[in-house]
């Protein structure tokens, strides 16, 4: 998995850049969102260590919640960014009990033990 992934999500990375500059005249923000950890996904069940990698891994809706706000943002203003889902909840107003409480894989979870993405 490890070079294929890198090379996919720097291939992603460059294209968010290049479409930040190409599309920015128009008002319109192109930006990535990459997860801090694990995210509970069929890949992962299925492909990156099964119920003991959801274990380690947050729910989905963390990607959903970061998206909106990215989303809803002014899109001059934030364009050309590489996001990480947790920082984007902090930025809206979130603490880190909130994330580790909404979205860790257990309640009472211990936020070391999560899987970190391949690439943070």
């Known amino acids: 998995m490890g070079t294929g992934y890198v090379i996919t999500k720097q291939g992603m990375t460059m294209i968010t850049h290049g479409l930040a500059g190409e599309l920015k005249d128009d008002g319109i923000a192109c930006n990535t969102l990459w997860p801090r950890t694990g995210i509970q996904t069929a890949a992962v069940q299925n492909l990156l260590g099964g119920d003991e990698s959801m274990a380690k891994s947050r729910a989905p809706e963390i990607m959903a919640d970061s998206a909106h706000v990215i989303l809803t943002s002014e899109a001059k203003l934030t364009t050309d960014n590489f996001f990480l889902d947790d920082e984007v909840l902090i930025s809206s107003g979130m603490t880190i009990d909130d994330i580790v409480t ?19």
């Not at 909404?102 to 033990?113: E, I, Q, R, T």
């Open 102 to 120: 909404k979205y860790s894989p257990a309640k009472g979870f211990a936020l070391n033990k999560l899987m970190p993405d391949f690439i943070c």
